[in-house]
């Protein structure tokens, strides 16, 4: 009897945490996940892509992507050399 409860009790809480979940979910929009990926400006941060018409401008946003990248990691090399020999 204690075994046939048990059973139950699990079942009800289950499909309690599968309701909470499915409404987290649909809240959220995770399921439409496939159609957004699909879009080009999902890979952007701020939600709008930049629009590149021509190889130049292309090769101009991939140097300037690749500066800023180099000039974060040299800050973050500078505050890790900090933490690890700290200047008086």
Known sequence: MRGLFSLVGLLVVLAIVGL??????AATGVHKAASVASSPASDVVGGAAP??????????????VHDDVNKLMQGRAADVDQQIEPKP
């Not at 909470?20 to 979910?25: D, E, G, P, S, Y």
Request: charged share 15%; aromatic share 0%; hydrophobic share 25%.
């Open 51 to 64: 629009q590149v018409t021509t190889p130049q401008q292309g090769q101009q946003l991939q140097k300037q």
């Open 20 to 25: 909470v979940a499915k409404r987290q979910l």
